[in-house]
């Protein structure tokens, strides 16, 4: 019993350090720090447009679009100028735009009042029109 629970143990110790390792903050030196111009010429290289450039948990953060027009919002290394981490978001709010399937009125039948029960009855099947 008391080999089970050493072991737990251990397993949580272990399981806990490779947890603080895959953490995304940025542990680096002001003094090593590439400036902010080699941040917006590392995007630009990239293809992407910046919209924001901030430090956030001792990295730079980039909140853009990137060169296919996705938006994201990305953790970059200060000294390296490795990505971190990158996250890409979906637009909202009317900037995508989808065409609807027109829909022709000549081949709809007029509708009808329902009745609740009529909702319900399986002894008639459903019936639907596809263009």
């Excluded at 947890?19 to 002001?30: E, F, G, R, T």
């Excluded at 902010?36 to 679009?65: F, P, T």
Aim: with cysteine; glycine share 8%.
């Amino acid at each position: 019993m008391v080999k089970l629970f050493v072991a737990g143990l251990l397993l949580l110790a272990v399981a806990g350090a490779g947890a603080a390792m895959a953490d995304d903050d940025c542990d680096v030196p002001l003094g090593q720090w590439q400036p902010r111009e080699a941040v917006q010429a590392m995007a630009q290289a990239r293809g992407w447009q910046v919209d924001r450039l901030r430090i956030d948990d001792g990295c730079y953060q980039i909140r853009g679009i990137d060169e296919t027009g996705r938006p994201f919002k990305a953790k970059i290394d200060p000294a390296t100028l490795a990505i971190v981490k990158i996250k890409h978001r979906t637009r909202s709010g009317g900037h995508r735009h989808e065409r609807a399937p027109s829909v022709t009125t000549e081949a709809a039948e007029p509708l009808a009042p329902v009745s609740p029960k009529s909702l319900f009855d399986r002894s008639k099947l459903p019936k639907a029109t596809v263009n």
